[in-house]
């Protein structure tokens, strides 16, 4: 980690540059919505200030980074007034009419976000953020075993909600 | 062809130049707000460390605010005064250190005294009556129930010493008597009367598959059942731990679902009053009731620090805490089974229990820095609310006067200059 000669506020700077679309990315992908991505970006960063100066290398800043943020992510949608909402939400999709497929071209992304967290996440991070099974196993602290089974599971729910449309996932 | 699709769609996701902006100034407050005084609050941990220690004997530890420490320093000259008094408390406070990290596991000696809780600590009496119990009849079958036990706590330990900040300890569920929570070492269930682990699950044995996750576990409402799903379970089984019974099996997640509701009442302390271990615990709370709150406080192992894992019940309107420490006095066992290079952990009080020495020999340590600082308002200092000292126990005949270290000499020295 080479910040030797720079000021708090350029150490910080280079690392929102580096790093500042990952995480809000990852944090758009778990929350679904723009202002608690703004939350866990807020919170990830605060955090990052207070270890910038322990990170022994780049890989170990960046797997530190998705973890903040996946943990953020999920403290936000553990907590009990956001279950409150989302059960409201719930209900609220409950009466809207569901359709079991997505039928209209673009909307990939919705079909990503009615994917659990736990498949999003992995399919985030190998296709987007292009990491190994053994990146993310070790970014998630997971087994490559459950990595490779959730990756398979979530590309088959994907086919399933993109039946029609000419995803070749 | 997903892909591409996949990365054009967040391609086009970024966080907004204000959203940047707003972070970085908070982000720079907050670190600053921590750090322009270091130097200023070494020397004042150092100076009022002792004052803050009769204050967590006597259970009235008060939370405070930051921009409050400046007036710390003014009741310095006041505090020395109490320092007086509380050399020969120390004194006694390293016995009992010695004396309990002889024999006990996972309990505590201090209680808290706001709370109307049965002590767990046996009174000399009592502990020889034990011992000569042992001794007498079953002793060997009693032993090799401690043994296990400890065996299991040992795995938790290393298990929690091998983490790092960033996978922290998780709430799982929170009642007046019983805090249940997860790590990367497993489940642990902690009975805040009897100051006791009363559930260990250990990850390894039970093969959670990923324990830093928070949706992992779920408890009931009840609190008598933990709900995993483990390595071996499907997407739609759960592994269940029956608390009373002591029994574990196997639950359809959805008749889970349907039979228990689960508990969740988790909260951020993050801006609250609450907020007073954030850069040592983790973020999350659980509402006792509108003005108490529980959470944990963890200290992953370090060059300078060793790890420790206490529950802090805080109460907002009276401004008081109890600090409950779940792995405390029998960080002795683990450095000695284990070899664990880090020499121990802390107490509830934020003292370091056992100091490694190069010879391998473990000695308590007469005084340390505090791990864990809840007293950083003036006006406990000023005002303790009921302040109720705790006795003052008696040293046993198997413990050594512990040699006189720099800190304390130190402390002898600035005392002479305040005088």
């Known amino acids: ?169 | 062809m997903f892909k591409e699709d996949y990365k054009k769609h967040y391609d086009e996701i970024h966080p907004s130049p204000e959203l940047v902006e707003r972070t970085k100034k908070m982000a720079l407050e907050r670190y600053q707000s921590k750090t322009p005084e270091t130097q200023e609050q070494e020397w004042m941990e150092e100076e009022s460390y002792e004052t803050e220690k009769m204050e967590y004997h006597e259970e009235k530890v008060i939370f405070l605010e930051k921009d409050k420490r400046k007036i710390l320093q003014i009741t310095a000259g006041l505090a020395a005064g109490i320092v007086l008094v509380t050399a020969g408390y120390l004194f006694s406070g390293t016995l009992r250190q010695q004396r309990d990290s002889i024999g006990t596991v996972a309990e505590n000696t201090i209680e808290p005294t706001n709370i109307n809780v049965p002590s767990s600590t046996p009174s000399k009496k009592e502990e020889a009556h034990k011992q000569e119990g042992t001794k007498n009849s079953g002793g060997k079958k009693k032993d090799g129930q401690k043994a296990q036990k400890s065996q299991k706590l040992t795995n938790a330990l290393t298990f929690l010493a091998q983490m790092g900040n960033e996978d922290g300890v998780r709430l799982d569920y929170v009642s007046d008597n019983l805090v249940i929570f997860h790590g990367n070492f497993g489940i642990l269930g902690y009975n805040l009367s009897s100051r006791q682990l009363v559930v260990q699950i250990p990850a390894k044995r039970y093969q959670f598959p990923n324990m830093w996750t928070l949706e992992t576990v779920s408890v009931n409402q009840e609190g008598t059942k933990i709900a995993w799903y483990g390595a071996a379970s499907s997407n739609t089984e759960l592994d269940v731990y029956d608390i009373t019974a002591g029994t574990y099996s196997k639950m359809d997640s959805m008749e889970w679902q349907e039979e228990n509701q689960n508990f969740s009442s988790m909260v951020s302390v993050l801006g609250t009053d609450a907020d007073v271990y954030s850069s040592k615990a983790t973020d999350m709370c659980v509402k006792l009731s509108e003005s108490r709150t529980c959470q944990l406080i963890y200290q992953a192992p370090s060059l300078s620090l060793q790890a420790s894992l206490g529950i802090a019940i805080v109460d907002m309107e009276a401004k008081t805490e109890q600090i409950y420490d779940v792995f405390g006095s029998i960080g002795r066992q683990v450095a000695q089974s284990y070899g664990v290079s880090y020499g121990g952990y802390h107490n509830e009080h934020g003292e370091k229990i056992f100091e490694s020495k190069p010879d391998g020999t473990e000695t308590p340590e007469e005084t340390t820095e505090p791990e864990i600082e809840p007293t950083e308002d003036a006006a406990a200092t000023e005002a303790p609310l009921e302040a109720t000292p705790t006795p003052v126990p008696e040293p046993t005949e198997n413990v050594t006067k512990p040699e006189v270290t720099e800190n304390s000499q130190r402390l002898t020295q600035s005392i002479e200059n305040i005088e």
């Open chain 1, 1 to 169: 980690m080479d910040n030797k000669g720079k000021t708090l506020e350029e150490c910080f700077d280079a690392a929102i540059k580096k790093y500042g679309d990952m995480v809000y990315r990852i944090a758009m992908n778990q929350m679904k919505n723009g202002s608690d991505a703004d939350d866990v970006f807020q919170e990830v960063f605060i955090k990052w200030l207070q270890h910038y100066d322990k990170f022994q290398s780049n890989e170990h800043e960046k797997a530190w980074l998705i973890r903040v943020t996946i943990n953020q992510c999920k403290s936000i949608l553990k907590s009990s007034w956001y279950s409150k909402t989302d059960e409201m939400k719930e209900e609220l999709e409950n009466t809207l009419v569901y359709t079991d497929t997505v039928q209209e071209e673009g909307s990939l992304s919705e079909a990503v976000n009615k994917l659990p967290e736990k498949y999003r996440i992995v399919i985030h991070l190998f296709y987007y953020e292009e990491l190994s099974i053994l990146q993310i196993s070790q970014a998630l602290n997971e087994k490559e075993s459950t990595i490779r089974t959730q990756l398979t599971r979530a590309r088959r729910k994907l086919k399933q909600l993109l039946k029609g449309v000419e995803f070749d996932v």
